[in-house]
């Protein structure tokens, strides 16, 4: 029986495992009963988790070959901060979260691969390290697990690879998709307080309207960007929040601005940490104001490497078909699994598992209030996690 059947075996547990997760979704470092839900799982299997990072959980499974590799798979466990609007039977219970992004497929994909990969240890050396991570939507679950030792440090196992897979329904059930290089962005947050002179409504002259000048920066940071980045260089800065005023006839004192700012190059986001601070502050003064802000350095440039692919695309060819996989490119959503890479100095890769279904009503995407993805693709989640760890442990380079 191959690794295919035997997770499809693993279905009804997989969903099972999903939904409760899904029902009980949870904020960043506050997965309680998430990390609690793991671990009694992991229990259950024979393992000994560990808690890491206040609600981080991992666990350690050694292939009865000899000694060898590890690869570290990894699965996010926290939710977002939306309100589900799907009825389903397993609707969040949790008022004002929902898991919007698939973390609860991550979880049950990886406990399912972790199932497959006990059964199997007899057919592989080295080790595999198990990691659930919290907080990945914000403020970053991975940097909190290394800097606690999980890898990179003396005590720490040495990790070889890094795994992970993302769920999405952009594209029909079935689909793997893989792609070398570059994948994902940097993200970072800028916190910008326009300030002003407060005023009546009826003598715009006597006052500075920060309301404005805000206007002028949301409008003028788009010109900004293309007319100082190369077009062939991918940006994106994107205003998220305004918040001003206090009545329609006053003039305020202050106006806040929130966004983020992503890009695929590591040189482009270095210049314009320094450039977009002085453009906002430059407009400020323009008009008579003034500009405080706060840069918030998030998620590197991820960088998937082909040798970790190259498992994955084994793993699909032998237990499902080439055809499967396709190559999706990069794009400018941003993850925290690339911080196990510890700098670029492990090769890391991430897939993506397609789980939509248009006859079902699966064709919404991440972090929208309706995202739901088909089930049916959880044990091929499991599965190709495992045989493409089994695969890298026992290759010789």
């Known amino acids: 029986m191959s690794l295919r059947d ?43 988790p560990k808690v890491v990072a206040k609600t981080g959980v991992v666990a350690e499974i050694v292939g009865e070959r000899g000694d060898s590799k590890t690869i570290l798979l990894r699965a996010d466990i926290d939710a977002l901060p939306v309100t589900e609007a799907n009825d389903v039977p397993y609707k969040s219970r949790n008022e004002g979260f929902s898991h919007a992004c ?46 606690e030792g999980v890898i990179g440090s003396p005590d720490a196992p040495e990790i070889d690879a890094a795994l992970a897979l993302h769920v999405t329904a952009e594209l029909e059930k079935g689909l793997i998709g893989i792609t070398d290089g570059l994948l994902t962005a940097s993200a970072d947050e800028f916190y910008v307080t326009i300030k002003g002179k407060g005023g009546h409504g009826s003598a715009p002259h006597n006052a500075v309207d920060p309301i404005f000048i805000a206007g002028n920066v949301i409008v003028g940071i788009q010109g900004f960007l293309t007319r100082t980045v190369d077009p062939v260089d991918h940006v994106v800065f994107t205003w998220g929040k305004v918040v001003g005023g206090e009545r329609q006839n006053v003039i305020s004192e202050t106006c806040r601005l929130e966004g983020t700012l992503r890009t695929h190059s590591r040189e482009v986001r270095q210049k314009l940490h320094q450039t977009i601070p002085e453009f906002i502050k430059q407009v400020a003064k323009t008009y008579g104001g003034d500009a405080v802000v706060e840069l918030v350095t998030g998620y590197d440039v991820g960088i998937n490497d082909k040798r970790v692919n190259d498992s994955v695309r084994k793993a699909v060819s032998k237990l499902y078909s ?76």
């Open 102 to 147: 698939g973390h609860d497929g991550h979880v049950a994909a990886l406990l399912g691969a972790a199932e497959l990969l006990l059964k199997h240890k007899s057919e592989f050396k080295g080790k595999v390290l198990l990691v659930f991570q919290p907080a990945e939507e914000g403020p970053g679950g991975a940097k909190p697990m290394i800097e």
């Open 6 to 48: 035997e997770a499809e075996m693993l279905a009804q547990k997989l969903i099972e495992y999903r939904r409760f997760v899904h029902m009980h979704p949870e904020p960043g470092f506050e997965e309680f009963e998430t990390s609690k839900y793991i671990q009694e799982r992991l229990k259950e299997l024979g393992l000994s």
């Open 322 to 397: 080439p055809n499967n996989i396709i190559d999706t490119g990069a794009i400018m959503g941003a993850e925290d699994f690339f911080e196990f890479s510890l700098g670029g100095k492990i090769p890391v890769a991430m897939f993506w598992l397609f789980a939509g279904n248009k006859e079902k009503g699966f064709i919404h995407g991440n972090h929208s209030n309706h995202f739901d993805f088909d089930e049916e693709a959880l044990p091929m989640g499991a599965a190709i996690l495992a045989e493409a760890a089994i695969d890298f442990l026992n290759s010789d380079d």
